[in-house]
């Protein structure tokens, strides 16, 4: 205590005050409250964003007789895994992957390379109705895709590109009708001709990028004797590394997570993961009209686990891409998506 009285004399307190009075001069009383403010949003958004995967990760490997346990609140005081058996028994998690894998991964690789096709054209060649082409892309990122259910479902369910199917129907006896509902192709087709899930906005990230290389690199590969598609495939294609993984890391993402478009054209036929993860809280509550144990107030902990490997993929890509994402974002200045 007295030397605790010691450092705090007269001359120490007039020191301070005077280093104080120093700090106040240098950074001014605008700044100060600025990074005040920045903290204090920092602080509120790591809690927006962390605190659902805190509630998950607690909740996931908690036993089910602590979740009501009001003396349990984050840390468990054992852990187990019989939440994720449960929930493993409850879906046929292989199955799932591979639909998902055919209904989702796969169209967002092919949107990502018809895209940049689509965008180098946009962006590099001159044709008439460019702007008008680019002002349509713009639209698919401003109108919402619901206002296209009724015709995409009936263009999907009697598929007849270019009316072929009903030139074939003209020939006496035969009777063909193509149905694509219930199948990948839904989602697969619409991403090959660069108008899958939000591929407006991916056709926009690729122009803005192309816009930024210097022409010279072209011209010189022109001189060179190499024509557009070698000069796409050689020159431009080897300098969108960063920009593609990040679109490859969106598409992959938003494919992931949509639920309307295979709950709407999939149907019970393809199970992939969004679905499946909007109908676990049904099985769960079937299992318990069954009578089978397991006690529905409790079943929060069953469905944390579900939720975890759902996101767990996703997490391990943004881990091994984290560098080249946040490398493309600040080159190409998209941030706010």
Excluded at 91 to 98: F, S, W
Excluded at 177 to 195: E, S
Excluded at 260 to 278: A, N, R
């Amino acid at each position: 205590m007295e030397k605790l009285k010691a450092r705090f004399t007269p001359e120490n307190r007039q020191k301070f005050k005077e280093d104080a009075q120093h700090f106040v001069r240098v950074h001014k009383p605008q700044t100060i409250l600025f990074v005040i403010f920045r903290h204090a949003l920092l602080i509120g958004l790591c809690f927006v964003i962390l605190y659902p995967i805190l509630y998950m990760l607690s909740n996931a490997f908690k036993p089910t007789e602590q979740f009501s346990d009001p003396s349990v609140i984050w840390i468990p005081r054992s852990l187990t895994l019989d939440n994720f058996k449960i929930a493993l028994q409850l879906v046929d998690l292989g199955k799932v992957l591979l639909d998902t894998l055919l209904a989702a991964i796969v169209p967002a690789l092919i949107s990502t390379v018809t895209c940049m096709l689509v965008a180098y054209g946009l962006s590099r060649f001159n044709f008439r109705g460019r702007g008008l082409i680019f002002a349509l892309v713009i639209l698919t990122i401003i109108v919402p895709s619901q206002t296209m259910t009724t015709s995409l479902y009936l263009q999907y369910r009697f598929f007849d590109p270019l009316g072929i199917i009903s030139l074939i129907n003209l020939i006496p006896g035969v009777e063909l009708n193509v149905n694509l509902i219930g199948t990948p192709l839904v989602t697969i087709l619409p991403a090959i001709f660069a108008m899958g899930l939000r591929a407006g906005l991916y056709i926009f990230i690729y122009r803005q990028f192309f816009l930024s290389l210097p022409k010279e690199l072209e011209e010189a590969a022109s001189i060179d004797g190499c024509n557009a598609y070698s000069t796409f495939l050689r020159i431009v294609v080897p300098t969108t590394k960063n920009i593609v993984l990040t679109v490859i890391l969106l598409s992959v993402v938003w494919y992931w997570n949509d639920y309307y478009t295979p709950s709407m054209f999939l149907g019970s036929k393809m199970e992939v993961i969004s679905v499946t993860l909007s109908q676990f809280q049904d099985r769960l509550a079937n299992i318990h009209n069954l009578g089978l144990g397991l006690d529905i107030a409790t079943s929060q902990t069953q469905v944390q686990a579900m939720c975890l490997i759902a996101i767990l993929p996703l997490v391990v890509l943004y881990i091994i891409l984290q560098k080249n994402f946040s490398e493309s974002i600040e080159s190409s200045g998209l941030t706010g998506m």
